[in-house]
């Protein structure tokens, strides 16, 4: 009996804090990402121009890490959340604050399954976020993990987990 209530007390505690952490990142980027829903859906694009593509990159991106570079450990980490929607539109949320928005354009390379390029409505000096630099990326998609991969020499690798 003892033991049924303390697993029922811990499996309680152990809910509670996962809804509590889920429930923090929503309001942290709920403001920005209202801004974010408020731009027109034809902004960059008059269609989805990623539509039938093998896999769903649409949704809410928390960052998780880096790898690459040089010496292979990454960048420092510069944005928290990235935001991508319907006609290949996309945010970058810091500090709770949407600093910048841009679209996606798909580039046709045959050595890749999806390259694209992240083209902000600001510049890298005005916002200082690497993807914003480094824009450029292959887009891979494992479960709810989405890796932005460059694709040649020594630039950096960003991933994310869809919230």
Not at 13 to 33: D, F, H, M, V, Y
Not at 39 to 54: M, S
């Amino acid at each position: 009996m003892q033991t049924t209530l303390r697993s029922i007390v811990l499996l309680t505690l152990l809910l509670a804090t996962l809804w509590s952490c889920k429930k923090t990142e929503q309001n942290e980027i709920g403001p920005a990402l209202d801004e974010f829903n408020a731009l027109p859906a034809n902004k960059y694009h008059p269609t989805d121009i990623l539509q039938g593509k093998p896999f769903d990159l649409y949704g809410n991106w928390r960052v998780i890490g880096s790898s690459g570079g040089i010496h292979g450990g990454g960048y420092e980490i510069d944005f928290d959340y990235l935001l991508i929607k319907p006609n290949a539109m996309f945010g970058i949320v810091r500090n709770g604050e949407l600093v910048t928005t841009g679209k996606i354009e798909v580039v046709n390379d045959p050595q890749f399954d999806m390259l694209v390029h992240f083209i902000s409505d600001k510049p890298y000096e005005e916002v200082n976020i690497q993807l914003v630099y480094d824009y450029e990326k292959f887009i891979g998609i494992q479960a709810d993990t989405l890796s932005l991969y460059a694709p040649c020499c020594d630039r950096f690798d960003t991933y994310l987990k869809k919230l």
